[in-house]
T-cell receptor, first 116, second 112 residues
Framework: GAVVSQHPSWVICKSGTSVKIECRSLDFQATTMFWYRQFPKQSLMLMATSNEGSKATYEQGVEKDKFLINHASLTLSTLTVTSAHPEDSSFYIC????????????FGQGTRLTVV | GENVEQHPSTLSVQEGDSAVIKCTYSDSASNYFPWYKQELGKGPQLIIDIRSNVGEKKDQRIAVTLNKTAKHFSLHITETQPEDSAVYFCAAIRAGFQKLVFGTGTRLLVSP
């Protein structure tokens, strides 16, 4: 399967600071990338969908000014958690599809964010 | 919109036994059904998928069956091994849509 690399795998930051998480498709071009949030023992919650070169589409209830998503190239999308607070602590996961109309989605390793 | 229910939430089996996880979906237009395995602290890994024009698909010890009429699909793992222990998620997606809708997950524990 296709490889999606997410970095960092874990990060600890202070309240009020911003954190950037990178998601890269290593062996394919990702026309669409997705960002999820996962709380302990729960399913994945879609935060936003991003298509290369256009603005991300956010799910209802997700603050776009707090969770900034950039998909500037076909192999890289970034999620920036701005002015992080302890309640933003979570497991963030990206996924990507390798072409328009493709059904298969491949996931990154996830990033454990802890805000102290 | 699509809603996916998954059962059971936890499943404990002995090594060598079979495990079955079931999902139901609500949107009859859904046409792609993947299964993901998520180990602790890692992202989900696609293990098998099935499209709506197929009733069953097998890959070694893993199989998935789909009943479009009943809107059910199931994951079957035979000869389970301790390394099969993980959380398994089913998902569904509708033709022309981008978003996967996930089930609530099943925690599988395989005891040696």
């Amino acid at each position: 399967g296709a490889v999606v690399s997410q970095h960092p795998s874990w990060v600890i930051c202070k309240s009020g600071t911003s954190v950037k998480i990178e998601c890269r498709s290593l062996d394919f071009q990702a026309t669409t990338m997705f960002w999820y949030r996962q709380f302990p023992k729960q399913s994945l919650m879609l935060m936003a969908t991003s298509n290369e070169g256009s603005k991300a589409t956010y799910e209802q209830g997700v603050e776009k000014d707090k969770f900034l998503i950039n998909h500037a190239s076909l192999t890289l999308s970034t999620l920036t958690v701005t002015s992080a607070h302890p309640e933003d602590s979570s497991f963030y996961i990206c996924s990507a599809r390798n072409r328009q109309g493709a059904r298969e989605a491949f996931f990154g390793q996830g990033t454990r964010l802890t805000v102290v | 919109g699509e809603n996916v229910e998954q059962h059971p939430s936890t499943l404990s089996v002995q090594e060598g036994d079979s495990a079955v996880i079931k999902c139901t979906y609500s949107d009859s237009a859904s046409n792609y059904f993947p299964w993901y395995k998520q180990e602790l602290g890692k992202g989900p890994q696609l293990i098998i998928d099935i499209r709506s024009n197929v009733g069953e698909k097998k890959d070694q010890r893993i199989a998935v069956t789909l009943n479009k009429t009943a809107k059910h699909f199931s994951l079957h793992i035979t000869e389970t091994q301790p390394e099969d222990s993980a959380v398994y998620f089913c998902a569904a997606i509708r033709a022309g849509f981008q978003k996967l809708v996930f089930g609530t997950g099943t925690r599988l524990l395989v005891s040696p």
